[in-house]
């Protein structure tokens, strides 16, 4: 049986929640029809404790992926990140108060590591099954990119597919800022395929995903 390790940020900003870490609770021990099961853990949105968190967390759980799961408020539907650059310029203060501007997450380290996840399945299986979703080709410069840009740093030497994929707001964080959103069902539902899709396929497949923005 196969395990695989999906991470959620808690909340950040003054919100009162992430759904990020809504979702990945109620995710903790799901069984993935005879593929594996998924393990979880809670990720502080401070840019010097995330990577630590998860990389523990792989210690303890010898995970075969690693889905990294964030909120990024105004997206439209799951969005698995194409890349991760090696940058922290955050336009917020984390949650220990840091604002660190053009340092790099890993001095010395390459500009950028892509996702090693079958993002275009992802997309793909999860619009099957009726869920909006496309490929992001920016996590931003916050903690989501700084701890996928971190993550992948440390498994680069290492056979553990990895990668991070945003999730709109829910409905009722988004009526207050007119912003699109997401019920928290349907963010689950599509998650779940995230992880059985990754360890479905090792491949991806040819999908045009590409973007100005
Ligand atoms: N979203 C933020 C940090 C934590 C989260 O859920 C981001 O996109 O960087």
Known sequence: MKTILITGFEPYAGMPLNP???AVRILNGT??????VIRTVT????HTKSIATV????CDYEPDAVLMIGLAPGRIGIMPERVAINVDDFRLVDNEGNQVVDEPVVEGGPAAYFTTLPIKTIVQEMRQAGIPASVSNSAGTFVCNHLFYGVMHELRNQDVRAGFIHV??????AVKCDEPSMALEQIVKGLTICA???LEHQKDIALPAGEIA
């Open 196 to 198: 059985r899709t990754v």
């Open 20 to 22: 990020a870490l809504e």
């Open 168 to 173: 709109p707001l829910l409905p009722e964080q």
């Open 43 to 46: 990720v502080p949105v401070v």
């Open 31 to 36: 069984e993935l029809q005879g593929l594996g």
């Open 55 to 58: 990389t523990s967390a792989i």
